[in-house]
Structures are given as structure tokens and as C-alpha cells.
């Protein structure tokens, strides 16, 4: 009991699969008085037992029922051989290996306490003779540790997976936040809000704003789907186009170049829709390209009513654009607005499987006169709240809203 | 989500689709419609007509077994899509990949041009 106990506690420290699998046989040898001992694990996918320890060879499969470690495995209890060489379960193929002679075995199923067999552990010559019940007992008492502990390393390793897999995630997220604007260009006469709310850890969505030499760059990307590789697609996007940008791209080039690039490298049925545009802020001019974004709204405030604008092209990287429809010309008046809208806004479905639409958000637009581009921002959500009734939300929730304002304030 | 196949003269596959072709509609379809629309030749025509909705991952599936088709010499053509469906087609410019029509006659003839 001593011996056992003393077991216990050394199998209560390892949570690393190795060094409890070091420290079972360690404590194998010593207490049943062995020469060697090792432990097979049972592969369920394959049938096979897959020696883990044992310090002169490596690497050996065997099905479950070949050899006496077989046997323990398919009877589900202990097989004590006291001459191995005169059993003819026995596989010498083993000894063949490793140049060790094998004189008696006792093989014991390694079960957990949901009653599985996990493996075996087999020790091997007991010095000075061969083993008897008293050790067979011993050894189960031991096998009843070593399972448990097995279970508990195991558990810890997938519980360090996930752990990694989170943490993964979370660095996916951060590297995808880091891309969006911290803040809004400051431009006179001008008011202008970004939202970002994915559905997962990681959203296939982005948008941007930024001043450039080449006016106000409003975007709104869609990879579909959400996880990590419709960001990946949309980071991809947002980052070719930035760089054409910066490069002096217009529009027009940028929008090609970087249509056909994602039609090269991203895989078969991932596409990403996106609206561009670049507007003047001196002559209020807005020139926009999309590829599959669409509607997208331009609140006029003088007819109270919105237009609606669909893509210019398919979505980004279906296919290498071949004729370039030209650019859509956009003048916004005083008190006029932009609204670039994800469709994770307007496909939004409440309990009954009922979309929001375009035309509930056109109706908020128009009743936004006085409203800041945050203010705007927030009754759209409110608007999707209300309407979900507790529907949850499926797809990443993404607006871009620029506003012209009606009156300029002098600083 | 559900869907009829059938071989219509001179090779050509017709796909009908009824329900909604939203997240689970194209998940429920997705691998038969993308077989059936890359059967040789791929000449394909899409009934529409029976469906309600149509949300981004079903046009991602209309988009690349479009695409497929294209990229073995064939076509793929949407017919009798209602005016909602139709709408969010022409919304992302569905129509510059593959021709979008109002009938299955329309629809043929188009199939049948050579490409």
C-alpha cells in the first residue's frame, strides 16, 4: 500500500503526457520489481496499441489481440505469462528488435473510470523470479493510477490546445482591429463614423476612412462567411488597396489591380465585396467603384429621400475585370449622407426568418437630419435590436456613414 | 432548400430550386448544385422562380459554380427570379458574371448560343 501511495503522489505532479508516461514505468519497475516496463496506448482510430515508452526502442504498432500486450487489451484484464517463450500468444518479433530477452510478462488493460481501455502497461522479468498474485494485484492497483492520471494529461492537453486556439483567435482579432481607423479624419464641414461588430471572434468585415492626397477614402469590405479566412481575404483586400492608394493609384486602377490580384490568389468561391469611393471634400464630389457592395444609400436632404446605388461590378476576385464600368459620380449637398451598410444589416433576420431590408434603414436616414454620423450609427443598432426580438446576430454588422453638414461652425 | 436536376436537349442541365437560398439553403444544396452545374458540357439554366430569399452565401454559390462553368468553356443562366431575388442580383452586379432572364425559353437560347 506504502509503495502504491507513494506512486500516487508522483503520478499527481506530471500533467505533460512524456513525463507521466516516465514517471508509470519508473514506478512499474520499482514496485513490481521488473526489469523493464513500458505502456502502449491504444490508437481507436486504427485498433493498434502504439508503444509510447520504453528506453531501447521505439515506434512499435501492434493491432489490439497480437502478443500478450494484445491479449490484455482484448481480454480487458491482466495476462500473467510466467514463461513467455512457452506462450504462443507470445510475439518475439519484439525481443527481435531489441536484443532483450523476455522470461516472464504481466500485461494489465489500462482503464479509465468511464470504464475505457486507454491502453496497456506490461512489466516485464520480475528479478528473482516470476509474478505472483500478490503482484498482480499491486499492478492493478498501480494500472487504476496510472489510467486516471493518463485521463488527466490527456484532458490537460486539450484543454492547452484550446487554450492556443483562443489565443489565436484573439491575436486574429487584434490584428484585424489594428487595420481599422482609430479616428476619423478631421475634415471641415464634414461629420463621419465607422462601426465594426462581428459575429465571431474575427469578422469577415472591415472599412475604412482616411484622408489621402486623392480625397476622402471611404471603404466597406465583405469577405463572406466569418472566422479566420474571410478576414484573412478582406485584410488582404483592405491592405493591396491601401497600398495602390499610397502608390497614387486613382480609383479606377486601384480597383482593377486590386480586383484582379484577389481573383488570382484568393481560393475557388471566396470573393469579397467591397465599395470604394474617394471623395472631394472641397467640390463634394464622390466617385465610388463596387464591386458586388450594394445598395448603397445617398440620404438627399433637400428631396428627403434616399437614391440607391448598386455595384458597379461583381463581387471582388469572382473573375479578372475585363470592361471597367465607369465610376459613379455622387455630388453631396448640404445635409446629405452616405450610408455604406454591410448586409449583415439589411439580410438581418428577427424570429420569424424576416429580413430588415433596405427600406427601414432609408426610413431612419431620413429622420437623421439632426442627428451626428455616431448618433446615426447607434439608431441603426437600436433599429436591429428592436427589430431582432433576441434573434441572434448571424453575420458581422459593419456601416461606414458620412455626412455633409448642413452649416459649416467656424473654429 | 430543394432541387430538381434534369438533362434538357443538346446537353444542357436544367437546376430548379425552391425554398430559401440563404446560409442553411446553400449549405443543404451546395455540394449537388455545384456537381450538377459542372456536369459536361456546362451549359446550365437555373430556375429561380421558387425562390424567396436570397442572402450572400447563396450567391457565393451561384457566383463560383458560375465561374466554373465559365472557366470549362461553358455558361450558367439564372432565369424567373422574383422581383426581390432579381433586386439583390442586380444589387451586386450578379448580372456582369452570368446573364440573369425572365424565362426557361429565354434562358435556353442563351445556353444554346455558342460561347
Known amino acids: ?411 | 432548400m430543394d432541387m430538381d436536376v434534369s438533362s434538357l436537349e443538346g446537353g444542357i442541365t436544367c437546376i430548379r430550386l425552391r425554398g430559401r437560398l440563404d446560409a442553411p439553403g446553400a449549405d443543404s444544396i451546395g455540394v449537388k448544385f455545384s456537381a450538377a452545374a459542372s456536369m459536361a458540357p456546362s451549359r446550365v439554366v437555373v430556375d429561380l422562380s421558387g425562390v424567396g430569399f436570397i442572402a450572400s452565401l447563396g450567391m457565393r454559390l451561384l457566383i463560383s459554380s458560375a465561374r466554373n462553368a465559365k472557366a470549362k468553356n461553358g455558361v450558367m443562366v439564372l432565369f424567373g427570379a422574383t422581383t426581390m431575388v432579381h433586386d439583390v442580383l442586380e444589387q451586386m452586379a450578379i448580372d456582369q458574371i452570368m446573364p440573369i432572364v425572365a424565362s426557361e425559353a429565354l434562358a435556353l437560347e442563351q445556353a444554346r448560343a455558342p460561347g
Request: include cysteine; glycine fraction near 8%; charge should be negative.
Open chain 1, 1 to 411: 500500500m506504502e509503495a502504491i501511495l507513494e506512486v500516487t503522489r508522483h503520478l499527481a505532479a506530471p500533467f505533460e503526457l512524456t513525463a507521466l508516461l516516465a514517471e508509470v514505468t519508473a514506478a512499474a519497475r520499482r514496485v513490481l520489481r521488473s526489469e523493464r516496463a513500458s505502456v502502449w496506448l491504444l490508437d481507436v482510430v486504427s485498433e493498434e496499441l502504439v508503444l509510447e515508452v520504453a528506453s531501447d526502442i521505439r515506434h512499435v504498432r501492434i493491432p489490439v489481440g497480437r502478443g500478450l500486450v494484445g491479449a490484455a487489451a482484448r481480454a480487458g484484464r491482466v495476462v500473467n505469462t510466467p514463461d513467455c517463450y512457452a506462450d504462443e500468444r507470445f510475439d518475439r518479433s519484439v525481443d527481435v528488435q531489441s536484443g532483450f530477452h523476455t522470461r516472464c510478462s504481466l500485461a494489465l488493460p489500462l482503464i479509465d473510470h468511464q470504464g475505457t481501455m486507454v491502453g496497456v502497461m506490461q512489466v516485464l522479468n520480475k528479478r528473482g523470479g516470476v509474478y505472483d498474485a500478490d503482484d498482480e494485484a499491486l499492478a492493478e492497483a498501480l494500472a487504476a493510477q496510472c489510467a486516471m492520471a493518463l485521463q488527466r494529461a490527456r484532458m490537460t492537453a486539450a484543454l492547452i490546445e484550446g487554450e492556443k486556439l483562443r489565443q489565436e483567435l484573439e491575436l486574429a482579432r487584434l490584428v484585424q482591429h489594428s487595420t481599422l481607423p482609430r479616428h476619423w479624419p478631421d475634415v471641415p464641414g464634414y461629420d463621419m463614423h465607422g462601426t465594426f461588430m462581428p459575429a465571431a471572434q474575427t469578422g469577415g468585415d472591415t472599412y475604412d476612412l482616411a484622408l489621402l492626397p486623392q480625397g476622402l477614402l471611404v471603404v466597406l469590405g465583405d469577405a463572406t462567411g466569418h472566422g479566420i479566412a474571410p478576414a484573412l481575404s478582406v485584410l488582404q483586400m483592405h491592405a493591396m488597396l491601401r497600398t495602390a492608394l499610397r502608390l497614387g493609384a486613382t480609383l479606377e486602377a486601384a480597383f482593377t489591380q486590386v480586383n484582379d490580384q484577389l481573383a488570382e490568389v484568393l481560393p475557388d468561391s471566396h470573393f469579397v465585396t467591397a465599395f470604394i469611393g474617394l471623395l472631394d471634400v472641397c467640390s463634394h464630389r464622390l466617385r465610388f467603384l463596387s464591386g458586388g457592395q450594394g445598395p448603397i444609400l445617398h440620404f438627399k436632404a433637400d428631396q428627403g429621400r434616399c437614391e440607391r446605388y448598386r455595384a458597379t461590378s461583381f463581387p471582388m476576385g469572382a473573375m479578372p475585370i475585363t470592361r471597367l464600368r465607369p465610376a459613379v459620380e455622387v455630388d453631396l449637398a448640404p445635409g446629405d449622407w452616405l450610408a455604406v451598410l454591410s448586409d449583415g444589416i439589411f439580410e438581418y433576420e428577427d424570429r420569424d426568418g424576416q429580413a430588415l431590408g433596405t427600406p427601414a434603414v432609408e426610413q431612419l436616414l431620413a429622420q437623421a437630419g439632426g442627428d451626428t454620423a455616431a448618433g446615426l450609427s447607434a439608431r441603426v443598432l437600436g433599429l436591429l435590436r428592436e427589430f431582432a426580438r433576441g434573434a441572434p446576430q448571424e453575420d458581422d454588422i459593419t456601416m461606414v456613414l458620412v455626412k455633409r453638414l448642413a452649416t459649416v461652425t467656424a473654429l
